[in-house]
Nanobody
Framework: QVQLVESGGGLVQPGGSLRLSCAAS????????MDWYRQAPGKQRELVAS???????NYGNAVKGRFAISRDNAKNATYLQMNSLEPEDTAVYYC???????????????WGQGTQVTVSS
């Protein structure tokens, strides 16, 4: 069993900042990419940011220059620093990891339950 648990969401005013955390636990042999996605009401899930095991990052166009993803491989954790938040950033943020549970496993994605981020005055 693998669990991904997000934390750090909440209510913030426009222009404010939040830092999301995600930790993967359980039977994990190796993690490749770790990602943050978000889904707003009535909209499709979209990529926020991703980071590979060697630190290469990729960002969705809507958050470039405002958000920063990082990870701690020793802790199987990823973080999302969100600055200059806008009402349009309001969504449930999901953490994902592309991983194998043991040497003979197949690569697959595991997801957390999500954390709500609300940007409002």
């Amino acid at each position: 069993q693998v669990q991904l648990v997000e934390s750090g969401g909440g209510l913030v005013q426009p222009g404010g900042s939040l830092r999301l955390s995600c930790a993967a636990s359980g039977t994990i042999f190796k993690i490749n990419a770790m990602d943050w996605y978000r889904q707003a009401p009535g909209k499709q899930r979209e990529l926020v940011a991703s980071i590979t095991s060697d630190g290469h990052t990729n960002y969705g166009n809507a958050v470039k220059g405002r958000f920063a993803i990082s990870r701690d491989n020793a802790k199987n954790a990823t973080y999302l620093q969100m600055n200059s938040l806008e009402p349009e950033d309001t969504a449930v943020y999901y953490c994902g990891a592309d991983l194998i549970r043991h040497r003979d496993d197949y690569w697959h994605a595991e997801w957390g339950q999500g954390t709500q981020v609300t940007v409002s005055s």
